[in-house]
């Protein structure tokens, strides 16, 4: 039987998703709990989208095999049983042999969340960004426009990237804002390593000011790293989780959505 799961996690704790020689990551926690809960030694499982160390995820995809017949209602509370707070199963499905989260997604889907203040996050540290200078709507939204549809998006590339393309096509930026937070959503048929934190610094710089938002046309066209602004920071950014065809019958939400601004 292969079955699928989406979890949701916070971030600030692990060094990111994928298992490492050295390091807490979510992977690892997931893979524990499902081995206590199967009470098989090891569990494997695939990820629809690797998060980096602090990023969140409300609606992370996984796959796996198995011999265990349970119902899915006790996948997702046998194997939260035996997670830490802070990484819940949110629902499990059984899916078809040829089902894979990664090849299988049509897309993916994140979120960063800002706060713009004078005064640094608190009761929300480690789960917005943050900005002390007020941002201007209309710029960051002029610049995103820039970056629609398919690109080499070279230089939004971490030098770490293991993708074996830097053209993507980017499908969907939205910014709004809600009281002193701000938020930007983008989905993409796939993302390159710190593609989204990379942007992010790109369109806070404009937002404030520092650049007019064609310059965000430059920094695409020199397909060059050092061309654009500072990696921003992981603690806002959240993965929404990937799309699949209405066929596969998964959801295509959380609760956790409701809770962002």
């Given amino acids: 039987m292969r079955l699928a799961l989406g979890i949701s996690y916070n ?11 050295s390091g807490l990551t979510v992977q690892d926690k997931l893979e524990a709990a499902l081995g206590r809960f199967t009470a098989q030694p090891r569990v494997s499982t695939l990820c629809a ?11 992370q995809v996984v796959h796996f095999d198995t011999d265990l017949q349970r119902d899915t209602s006790s ?35 994140y979120a960063y969340i800002l706060l713009d203040s004078p005064v ?10 943050w900005v002390f200078k007020a941002l201007e709507l209309h710029s960051m939204q002029q610049a995103a426009s820039h970056l629609i549809g398919e690109h080499d998006f070279s230089s939004f590339r971490a030098s770490a990237c ?9 499908l969907h930026i939205n910014i709004a804002q809600r009281g002193a937070y701000w938020r930007f959503e983008f989905e993409a048929n796939a993302f390159l390593h710190h593609m989204i934190r990379n942007i992010m610094g790109c369109l806070v710089a404009i937002g404030q000011g520092k650049y007019p938002p064609q310059w965000i046309l430059e920094v695409l066209a020199a397909r060059d790293r050092d061309a654009a602004a500072p990696t921003f920071s992981p603690d806002g950014l959240y993965f929404l989780g990937p799309r699949y065809e209405a066929h596969w ?3 295509d939400r959380t609760p956790a959505y409701d809770g962002l601004p």
């Fill in 120 to 129: 640094r996050p608190s009761v929300d540290a480690g789960r917005v960004g």
């Fill in 11 to 21: 971030g600030q704790a692990y060094e990111g998703w994928q298992s490492q020689l």
């Fill in 49 to 59: 989208g690797r998060t980096d160390s602090g990023v969140h995820g409300l609606m």
């Fill in 75 to 109: 996948w997702v509370r046998g194997t939260n049983a035996h997670l830490p707070h802070d990484i819940a199963v949110q629902w499990a499905h059984k899916v078809p042999r040829e089902f894979h989260c990664r090849a299988s997604a049509v897309s993916r889907r």
């Fill in 249 to 251: 019958g998964l959801p």
């Fill in 162 to 170: 293991q993708a074996l393309s830097p053209v993507k096509n980017l």
